[in-house]
């Protein structure tokens, strides 16, 4: 049966008396689904549910909850289907959304479905749960090497316990690795498994790397890294995707919104708070190469129409694989406070999510402060944020702000365990 809950009522409300049978019931077209990638944009899965009567003129609207079998639904997967009365999965879709629940790749796990009906804010109803196996499959791609890039330049300058050398990637070429990385004015090397037993650095600078050869002198700027292996030559050039257009910080003027690379699905990601208004995705803030939608159709093309967007936070990703995008509205989590570059009034600057098997983890990197303090908030207002009472890198509800002095750092917010971990470039 299902069950009313009356979310809290004020004088003037008038509750209706739902008659007895006003039942919605669920259905799933299998009950088991093996997900593969072969598979990913077929359609595997239909949950459906009726629509019962209520005994007066309903208008409901319905999400349908996803949780492990034996969850009690405190933090599912959301779907919202507004008036409809079933959702379709495609294989990929519903993979995501397992993954996201934690199941385990490979193997076989049970699920539920719930279906949660709205006829007012005072009048929620949920269906009983239908139980599904599935059978996950893994997204993520493992591009990672050995090689990294260190030096005065990077992050971890010529060597940090905290923060590794820049990575490296694999290419569809084998032995030829990429590395995206935002440098300082400084020197670089190459070298593997974070050690000096094997480095590189380029005498003469040749194009052609040396066992133990020079320091490579670099200026400050965002650039695309290519080594090698086979032949020791390698390559650096100014390099960056990002955002712009009206809807963005910055307009149309820029600099642009930069996106991050993302080696687990080898694609360009970022979080970012637009306004009502378009964008466009273009290389190295400049129009010589830009990207539109003509069309609307989430496809993206060389030169194409502005990308109309509603205000709001945003998950954004550019596939150039499969030359296409996504603009998701998220919740999203930043860094504010006297410290950072926007100050207590925000907007906060942005964590970027991590997109591989740490749930509920996210990153700044390479975020100038000033002498101040900093909090960590959600979609830029005050009602969900943390501080750290003591000092002690675990994170309280409302705790205190907490102190930095200015420098560049890289910052990890774990949302599950509450903690922040701040980790100081060297100088």
């Known amino acids: ?77 959301i779907i919202a289907v507004g008036a409809d009365l079933n959702k379709v999965f495609t294989a990929q879709e519903l993979n995501g959304k397992m993954l ?57 300058s010529w060597g940090n316990e905290f923060v590794k050398d ?64 086979n032949d020791l030559s390698w390559s650096i050039e100014p390099y960056t995707w990002g955002l712009v257009g009206s809807a963005t910080p910055n307009g149309w003027d820029g600099p642009d919104f930069k996106l991050n690379y993302n080696s687990f699905q080898d694609n360009w990601t970022t979080v970012v708070t637009l306004a009502e208004g378009e964008v466009k995705f273009r290389f190295n803030n ?16 060389v030169g194409g129409d502005n990308i109309a967007v509603d205000g709001g936070h945003y998950l954004v990703t550019m596939d150039l694989n499969n030359v296409e995008y996504t603009l998701e509205k998220v919740d999203v989590w930043g860094l504010v406070g006297s410290g950072t570059p926007n100050g ?10 991590d997109f591989g098997i740490n749930e509920g983890t996210y990153y700044i990197n390479g975020i100038t402060l000033v002498d101040g303090e900093i909090k960590i908030r959600q979609n830029d207002a005050w009602g969900v944020n943390f501080g750290d009472t003591g000092n002690d890198g675990t994170l309280e509800a409302g705790g205190d702000n907490i102190p ?18 701040v980790y100081a470039w060297p100088e």
Do not use: H
């Open 1 to 77: 049966m299902s069950i009313l809950l009356v979310l809290g009522a004020c004088d003037d409300k008038e509750f209706i008396e739902l008659v007895s049978d006003a039942n919605t019931t669920v259905s799933i077209s299998t009950s088991s689904v093996v997900l593969t990638e072969d598979i990913a944009t077929n359609e595997v899965l239909t949950v459906s549910w009726s629509d019962p009567n209520y005994g007066f003129d309903a208008a409901p609207s319905y999400k349908l909850l996803i949780d492990l079998a034996g969850g009690d639904f405190t933090a599912p997967q």
């Open 166 to 229: 820049v990575p490296f990637y694999s290419t569809a070429t084998s032995g030829v690795y990429v590395c995206y990385a935002t440098l300082k004015d400084g020197e670089i090397k190459i070298r593997k498994d974070n050690l000096w037993s094997e480095n590189y650095g380029d005498t003469g600078m040749d194009g052609v790397l040396d066992a133990g050869g020079d320091n490579i002198a670099v200026t400050a700027g965002s650039y695309k890294v290519t080594f090698n292996e």
């Open 344 to 353: 207590w009034d925000g907007p906060d600057t942005k964590f970027i999510p």
């Open 286 to 301: 400049d129009w010589g190469l830009n990207y539109g939608d003509s069309g609307a159709d989430g496809s993206l093309e």
């Open 100 to 156: 996201s629940l934690g199941l385990k790749p490979n193997e076989a796990s049970n699920i539920e479905f719930i279906v949660q009906t709205t006829l007012s804010d005072a009048q929620i109803m949920f269906s009983q749960p239908v139980s599904l196996s599935v059978t996950a499959y893994s997204s993520l791609l493992d591009l990672s090497s050995a090689w990294g890039l260190v030096g005065s330049a990077t992050p971890g």
């Open 404 to 421: 930095v002095a200015a420098g560049t750092y890289n910052i990890v917010f774990d949302s599950v365990a509450e903690t922040i971990a």
